[in-house]
T-cell receptor
Framework: DTEVTQTPKHLVMGMTNKKSLKCEQH?????MYWYKQKAKKPPELMFV???????INESVPSRFSPECPNSSLLNLHLHALQPEDSALYLC???????????????FGNGTRLTVT | DAKTTQPNSMESNEEEPVHLPCNHS???????IHWYRQLPSQGPEYVIH???SNVNNRMASLAIAEDRKSSTLILHRATLRDAAVYYC?????????????FGRGTQLTVWP
């Protein structure tokens, strides 16, 4: 079992749909992350939130819209996605974003997204 | 971020030790060496990290070369549950953001 909970586990959506992925952690972590993982590939960083503020956007298309409503929750809003956006979306959190930060990332088990 | 090079795949028999190598010849003085693994149908899981000295924890050992240009993750007795993709990642300790950039990793197969 993981301490980072992602819902839903699976999601199928059409290209005109709007949906949201949710991530929750109760470890008191103040950094949260979204990663995208295509089949047989390593995870790719999408966004980093630090103290509920967006710190890094790795040039992700605007059809992906992250939101961090509080320190425990992270959402990823999806709109007008393409079939090539089908992937496993992973959420992670870590303890701090201060200097000398080597706090490990804790990952959820992801949402398997299929865009039809 | 500095790059790492790992073999695409390795195999082991159950209950035997496994040595997973990682080359990082462009490592900087501020980079920590982190290892994560990803079991099938799960998110990545932290294994161990180190800077210069060898490190041990309940999951594994990390042996770091004296020049820090390579490291080896050691699983002392492989189990079937250790079959996973193992990622060696360099993480800048001077960064205020704890982001990780994953390379391709090593797929470890464990035979019964």
């Amino acid at each position: 079992d993981t301490e980072v909970t992602q819902t839903p586990k699976h999601l199928v959506m059409g290209m005109t749909n709007k949906k949201s992925l949710k991530c929750e952690q109760h470890m008191g972590h103040r950094a949260m992350y979204w990663y995208k993982q295509k089949a047989k590939k390593p995870p790719e960083l999408m966004f980093v939130y630090s103290y509920e503020k967006l710190s890094i956007n790795e040039s992700v298309p605007s059809r992906f819209s992250p939101e961090c409503p509080n320190s425990s929750l992270l959402n990823l809003h999806l709109h007008a996605l393409q079939p090539e956006d089908s992937a496993l979306y992973l959420c992670a959190s870590s303890q701090t974003t201060g200097q000398n930060n080597n706090s490990p990332l804790h990952f959820g088990n992801g949402t398997r997204l299929t865009v039809t | 971020d500095a790059k790492t090079t790992q073999p695409n795949s390795m195999e082991s028999n159950e209950e035997e030790p496994v040595h997973l190598p990682c080359n990082h010849s462009t490592i900087s003085g501020t980079d920590y060496i982190h290892w994560y693994r990803q079991l099938p149908s799960q998110g990545p899981e932290y294994v161990i990290h180190g800077l210069t000295s060898n490190v041990n924890n309940r999951m594994a050992s990390l042996a770091i070369a004296e020049d820090r240009k390579s490291s080896t993750l050691i699983l002392h007795r492989a189990t079937l549950r250790d079959a996973a993709v193992y990622y060696c990642i360099l993480r800048d300790r001077g960064s205020t953001l704890g982001r990780l950039y994953f390379g391709r990793g090593t797929q470890l197969t464990v035979w019964p």
